[in-house]
């Protein structure tokens, strides 16, 4: 399918109707044009819907239907969760829009692939940042390091390296924005941040460089491979308010937002306090059921 017809998840168009809500979400999970699917108004009464009391003070499952092998709740707080077998595991998302990611964790000999999302846009212009918490592969001694990977646009710009400590100073002095007309590759860097507990610094890392990619005209991707080792080493009210101004500057600055969390690592009342932030709740399990809220 080309990119022009890809279905994209747009949650910001959450004022749109819950019968159009329901047909964009499976579309995008089945990977066709809303076309493709048979006419809701075939399954249930649509008019019926729109009757749905919404409170987000009672989020109990108001209403249920089977359509296209998934399963449609609605919930009262507003949202609307979508069960089922996606054709792909894959999928573009509009920019702007935070994604929680939840899926069963790995042991030593198990590897879960998880799933990857893109943003909307041009590919050619697209800038990454990375990160990472006690991963193996970096060759550190202090668990409790994170590490920060940046893929400029990968058209003429070079990025601003962004992170903590010395190494990561000594980095950003070579490396300044600028115009590359004769080597449009991407360039990547790599920086640590000794201590992934020191959120206040992460985020005004983050921040700062996803303002240089905006003024460049980049398609920004933040993606955060774990979310435990992140709680590990801060409370659960300091990463509240660190991805409550994240997501505030996803949106701002039309940033494509996923952070990835097992849910074998982390406690379910966390999960739940920190849900509510995303504009997009996924859910996986090893058999490749999976469970979206928007």
Known sequence: MDSQTEPVLRPSEGDAPLST??????AWLEGVEQTALTPLQDV??????????????????????DYEGYRIDFNSDGTITVDGTPASTDGTIAPGTSVLCIGPAGDSTEYIEWPTYTIAGPTDHQAWLEVFAKDGDIPSTNEDEAELEFTA?????????????????????????????????????VVRISDCGDLSTLGQRVSDQLAVWERVGANSVVRI??????????????????????????????????????????????????????????????????????
């Open 153 to 189: 646009p990968t058209t003429r710009q070079t990025p601003f390296v962004c992170g903590a400590g010395e190494e990561s100073a000594q980095i950003a002095s070579h490396h300044r924005l600028g115009v590359d007309y004769d080597h449009p590759q991407p360039e990547k860097q």
């Open 44 to 65: 249930i009464d649509v008019d019926a819907l729109q009757e749905l009391p919404t409170d987000a003070e009672r989020p109990s499952v108001t209403a249920g239907f």
């Open 225 to 294: 491979h774990s979310l435990a080792p992140f709680l590990d080493a801060s409370a659960l009210s300091q990463l509240f308010q660190f991805f409550h101004l994240l997501i505030g500057q996803v949106a701002a600055t039309d940033t494509f937002l996923q952070v990835q969390c097992d849910a074998t690592l982390v406690a379910e009342r966390t999960i739940d306090t920190l849900d509510p932030l995303f504009d997009v709740v996924i859910e996986f399990d090893a058999d490749g059921r999976f469970s979206v809220s928007i």
């Open 21 to 26: 809500r329901v047909a964009t979400t499976v």
